[in-house]
């Protein structure tokens, strides 16, 4: 316990941690889509009621979410995994749409992130005439 507890663990983080594996595990099992197909989003927020209840809408959009403290306790990061939009036109709306949420509960969307393999696939070849 001793050696978990020098490496940051708390109750709470081992708490969200099994929430997301628990999620994942969900997901994959499904089929509805595979871990190295995840996009991750950030969300920043002064009060935690504001990041679970962000958290909980993109829940039900089908998106994985974990609410844990951000940056040096100062505020709450809620942080969205989901698949890949298929179009730049999705990712430009699915963008515009993650603002205006953070926005609507006083928070900060961060932007997102993706693994180079999945961007790679996601985009197809540009052709040189």
């Known amino acids: ?3 978990e507890l020098s490496r940051g663990w708390t109750p709470e ?4 941690l099994a929430n997301l594996d628990r999620d994942l595990s969900k997901a994959r ?3 509805r889509l595979k871990s ?4 991750s989003h950030y969300f920043y927020f002064n009060r ?3 990041a679970e209840a962000v958290g909980n809408k993109l829940r039900d ?3 994985l979410i974990e609410i844990r403290p951000g940056d040096y ?3 709450w990061l809620a942080l969205a995994k989901g698949a890949l939009p298929v179009t730049r036109n999705e990712m ?6 993650m603002e205006r949420l953070a926005a609507l509960y006083r928070g900060e969307y961060d932007g997102w992130e993706a693994s180079v393999d999945i961007l790679q696939k996601a985009e197809p070849p540009k052709t040189v005439n």
């Open 1 to 3: 316990m001793v050696k």
């Open 13 to 16: 983080k081992a708490e969200h």
């Open 29 to 31: 099992q499904s089929g």
């Open 36 to 39: 190295k197909d995840l996009m």
């Open 48 to 50: 935690k009621e504001d």
């Open 61 to 63: 959009r089908g998106f």
């Open 73 to 75: 306790n100062k505020s």
């Open 92 to 97: 430009e709306e699915l963008r515009d749409d």
